[in-house]
């Protein structure tokens, strides 16, 4: 829950220049750049280990992580390289399937640097210790099974808003820092118990249910139609999630796949389902089973994520505080790519940045300059390209019409049974006229506005 500030008299030497709260990839982004830059750093993380308390994993777009590391990017722990984009319409007895298969995305995208292919599946339990200790190579001082209980703060009157923050709680102790760096998650306790950011609305955030099933990889090879070391990543809508806004996943990993269901929380509330009961419908869907039949499940749990796009993000940045990665709303869902670990370690980084030339200028009010540097941003300029999104999931079009639509457009073109045949175009006007023209004309609306 979230808890007070302490305030601490606003003299004192600090312990550490920059004290960061999570060692997810925000966090250990900043504690990186941070140490690069000759900064004395405390990376706390609640968890014995970083990644300990992140379940399965997702797709990294790795542009920002090559930004992070430079050539290093080859060591991480990545499972597959994302060669395949497959976005598909479930029905309760069909599946309808966009499949781009690409292997120039094997390859470093246009701009991309150090050769680095565009995108990778990874597993946060090996991600997420692998890139905090790069930042431990460069000098980040870890310190594991730490819990931050509060922020500290202090009266400065010359500040904006005359207060400053100028460190953290923890064993009830005050660690001083002339900077605190927010990487503490989608509620982030700390920043709302200091009133510095408010409670995420029930509609801007979602229950993410993910689990990691084992599986041969000869088997993942065959089914998913990948081969080496390339890898598949699905977007799944419609009855996947039994009509709650939201959508699943499926991820292809060396040895295993990541499957998972994201779900509005406001609208899972309104459903009177629960998140396990749209999790077990996705796991024995019958369109499904011809990727996941016989895996086995080895870690299965869930979290809130953020959902409520560009205007989720608000305030950042405060007079010796600013706040980072999922805790700043930096998630993306297109509807076609889900987008978190990317935007998490651009804001890292952009943080680090903004809080070492604040210390080298000996003034702790300048991490206020975050603010205007993650808005102008490629994490905030995606985000805010795609801010209609949150208003397009809200239809009901892609979770029934949309995917029944296509169905029975594909069904009247495949099917012979020495019938008349049905032209595509009598097909397509109608299927599309028994959705009505009010489904059509509100989605078409909402996705020129999003897409």
């Known amino acids: 829950m979230p808890a007070a500030p302490v305030v601490v008299p606003l003299d004192g030497a600090p312990d550490v220049d920059v004290v960061v709260v999570g060692a997810g990839p925000a966090g250990a982004s900043a504690a990186l750049r941070l140490a ?17 308390k992140n379940l399965s994993g997702g797709v ?30 479930l029905t309760a007895d069909a599946a309808v399937s966009l499949d781009y298969a690409d292997s120039s995305l094997a390859g470093p995208p246009a701009r991309g640097a150090a050769g680095a292919p565009n995108a990778a599946t990874v597993l946060r339990a090996r991600f997420d210790p692998w890139l905090a200790g790069r930042a431990e190579a460069a000098g980040a001082f870890p310190m594991p099974g ?24 923890a064993g009830g102790q005050v660690m ?8 503490d998650g989608v509620n982030s306790f700390l920043a709302r118990g200091a009133g510095l950011r408010g409670e995420p609305a029930a509609r801007d955030v979602a229950v993410g249910v993910k689990a990691v099933l084992g599986l041969d ?57 629960t998140a396990r009961e749209v999790f077990t419908h996705l796991l024995t869907h019958p369109g499904l089973q011809r990727y996941v039949a016989d895996a086995e499940v080895l870690e ?30 930096l998630t993306l869902n297109s509807g076609l790519v889900l987008r978190g670990m990317d935007l998490a370690i651009t804001s890292g980084l952009a943080a680090g940045d903004v809080i070492a030339d604040a210390v080298a200028a000996g003034d702790p009010d300048a991490t206020l300059a975050y603010q205007e540097l993650l808005t102008a941003s490629s994490a905030y300029r995606d985000l ?68």
């Not at 690069?36 to 300990?52: K, W």
């Not at 730490?146 to 709680?169: D, F, I, K, Y």
């Open 146 to 169: 730490m819990l931050v209980e509060a922020l500290a703060v202090a009266e400065a009157p010359e500040a904006p808003g005359g207060r400053r923050v100028v460190g953290v709680v």
């Open 60 to 89: 990294l777009y790795l542009d920002a992580l090559v930004c992070a590391v430079g050539d290093a990017w080859r060591e991480a722990p990545l499972e597959r390289v994302v060669t395949r984009n497959v976005t598909t319409l």
């Open 217 to 273: 990889p000869r088997r993942i090879a065959d089914r998913f139609g990948v081969a080496g070391d390339e890898g598949a990543a699905h977007a799944i809508i419609g009855d996947a999630t039994l009509g709650v806004a939201g959508g699943a996943f499926l991820y292809t990993n060396r040895e295993s796949l990541s499957l998972g269901v994201v779900l509005r929380l406001d609208d899972l509330v309104a459903s009177g389902r």
């Open 36 to 52: 690069e830059r000759g900064l004395d750093v405390a990376l706390v993380e609640r968890a014995e280990t970083p990644g300990a």
């Open 176 to 183: 001083r820092s002339t900077a605190v760096v927010l990487a």
């Open 300 to 329: 299965y749990g869930s979290h809130l994520v953020a959902e409520g796009g560009a205007a989720m993000v608000g305030t950042v940045a405060w007079p010796g505080c600013v706040v980072v990665g999922d805790a700043a709303g």
């Open 384 to 451: 805010a390209a795609h801010a209609g999104m949150p208003d397009l999931l809200d239809r009901r079009g892609p979770y029934g019409p949309w995917g029944e639509t296509a169905r029975d457009v594909l069904r009247a073109t495949y099917t012979i049974d020495g019938s008349d045949t049905v032209p595509l175009r009598v097909a397509l006007r109608r299927a599309l006229r028994r959705q009505g023209w009010r489904t059509w004309l509100g989605d078409a609306r909402r996705i020129w506005r999003s897409a």
